[in-house]
């Protein structure tokens, strides 16, 4: 099954979609499986992380945001804004991609997982993601 | 077919569970498909690397424990201990899902290729992956 | 289906495999499922990137060189060259497997999006890819 997930996104941060996934396989049917999101973007990513404490998901945005400053004179993409090419790093270094098993139905997400939209830019906008689900 | 790796981890490093992933592929019976490894954790990782010099894995510990150390007074999430946030950071720089394509009822794997769990807390531990196998 | 990607290298880089990967993924006759890449090297990456301005590209190698510079004091692992242990560094940091759904026969790439095996070593060479096109 091919599915898709549209996510309206009011500016930079990491968006939590593991309700729109798991909404998606429990509509495949499918027991025993593999789901597979797919992020069409190359200025944001898809990221695992921990769902409980918020301050996790805030030190690694500010720590990545350190380490991939804006306006860094080593930049000659600059023409699409400030953000664009310090976006364009940040998704090479996390994921565009994530497979995560399905078993008895669901995602088989450890207890403190949850999935994100990890978007780059600064500007509210639309992302869009396809779902594989498949046994 | 779904399979459960759980490994016992001494502490903070890289272990390799290349023949604990290989087992199961054999258990599946599938000559030609996909396998998936999933960790169902948020401050460890999984990583295919070098399986020949074990300074590679050495060095390549040492520059990530330099990249994102303890103690950054950047850090708010610091109730879980000092290599708590970094973990956090270095799971999000890495992965938590492998897929490797299985031919002729193996993993097919390059020659220096090790699949390892990359723990990044320092206590002792169980981590658990969940492992799919499908043609 | 099983295919293989045989990659004739110049040197360092990013260097497209889009139209290989659709290739197989034709065919294979799949209609809706999923494509793995899976790239059998330690020193290399696959990576999805924009695929239109080369400037985008240019400053993402420049920065990942400036990240991981060649002499780093800390490596040990310096018997196979310079360029040696920054490339295991950079592939750890990125991806050698790449999961991407298969839709209408067709990868379900985004309009920007391109598949790239990252080099990260100098010299002239050949990169194995495995293909896994599933339903």
């Excluded at 309206?8 to 049917?29: C, N």
């Excluded at 999101?37 to 404490?53: G, K, P, R, W, Y």
Aim: glycine letters at 8%; one cysteine or more; a negative charge.
């Amino acid at each position: 099954m091919i599915g898709e997930i549209s996510v309206e996104i009011p500016g930079q941060g990491l968006h939590e979609i593991t309700a729109r996934v798991a909404d998606l396989v429990r509509q495949s049917g499918i027991q025993e499986g593999l789901c597979t999101v797919f992020l069409q973007h190359t200025s944001a990513s898809l990221l695992i992380q921990e769902n409980a404490d918020p301050a996790a998901r805030h030190d690694l945005e500010r720590w990545l945001n350190r380490l991939v400053p804006e306006n860094d004179p080593l930049y000659t993409h600059t023409q699409e804004g400030a953000d664009d090419m310090p976006s364009h790093i940040k998704a090479a270094l996390t994921a565009v991609s994530l497979a995560i098993p399905v078993a008895g139905g669901c995602l088989a997400l450890g207890t403190w997982q949850g999935i994100y939209l990890w978007e780059h830019r600064r500007q509210r906008g639309r992302r869009r993601c396809v779902v594989h689900v498949g046994s």
